[in-house]
């Protein structure tokens, strides 16, 4: 997969409940910009489904450290992002990852979202795609089954909705692993 010259790597890195908070969002395109926005400068945040209680239009939220709060503020007002307020964690239920993995004997499965894709743990070429509603998942799966990790377009720059946001999101995470075993 072609990152022009970078590797993508998804931060992993957990709050503490006692200093963490919740950026929550109406819209699910403002929750990932907003993600995408505070991993480039280097905040360490997390996207998460927070619990039932806090949701208010859309079912992400991000994961932040309270003590950085105001400079996250700085920030979504000089790049426009709109976020609805802030929650703490302490006491709020159980966040849940939007990422998660799954291991079978010769294959590895990432669901990010409703989103799952599934690679060979061997070979490192994408057995199957599979989930969303969206109008653009049989394209997408058509230009990623049968591809190498390395070689796979990005589903962000061939697709146009939440289910591509989500197929990128585990793609990106399915290559991350694949480098990690072919590694060790």
Same mark, same amino acid.
Request: proline share 4%.
């Given at each position: 997969? !072609?990152? %022009? *010259? ?20 109406? #819209? ?32 992400? =939220?991000?994961?932040? !450290? ?7 503020? +700085?920030?979504?007002?000089? #790049?426009?992002?709109?976020?609805? /307020? ?19 004997? &010769? ?5 990010? *979202? !409703?989103? /799952?894709?599934?690679? &060979?743990? !061997?070979?490192?070429? @994408? ?5 969303? %509603?969206?109008?653009? @998942?049989?394209?997408?799966? =058509?230009?990623? @089954?049968?591809? /190498?990790?390395? &070689?796979?377009?990005?589903?962000? &720059? ?11 999101? =585990? ?7 694949? +480098?990690? +075993?072919?590694?060790?």
């Amino acid at each position: 997969m !072609n990152l %022009g *010259g970078k590797v993508m790597v998804l931060k992993k890195a957990k709050v503490k409940a006692e200093s963490g908070g919740l950026l929550l969002f109406e #819209k699910v395109e403002d929750a990932v910009r907003a993600e995408e926005i505070l991993s480039e400068a280097d905040y360490t945040v997390r996207l998460v489904a927070p619990p039932p209680t806090f949701r208010m239009g859309c079912d992400l =939220a991000i994961e932040i !450290n309270l003590v950085e709060q105001i400079g996250i503020g +700085r920030l979504f007002r000089e #790049k426009g992002v709109n976020y609805l /307020k802030v929650v703490p964690l302490k006491g709020a239920g159980r966040l849940l990852d939007v990422v998660k993995v799954t291991e079978f004997k &010769d294959a590895t499965m990432v669901k990010a *979202g !409703n989103m /799952k894709v599934t690679f &060979d743990k !061997n070979k490192g070429t @994408i057995l199957n795609v599979s989930g969303g %509603g969206c109008p653009d @998942i049989p394209y997408l799966s =058509a230009s990623l @089954i049968g591809k /190498k990790l390395s &070689d796979a377009p990005r589903p962000k &720059d061939i697709g146009f909705t939440l289910c591509a946001m989500m197929m990128d999101r =585990a793609v990106v995470e399915c290559l991350e692993l694949w +480098r990690k +075993r072919s590694t060790s």
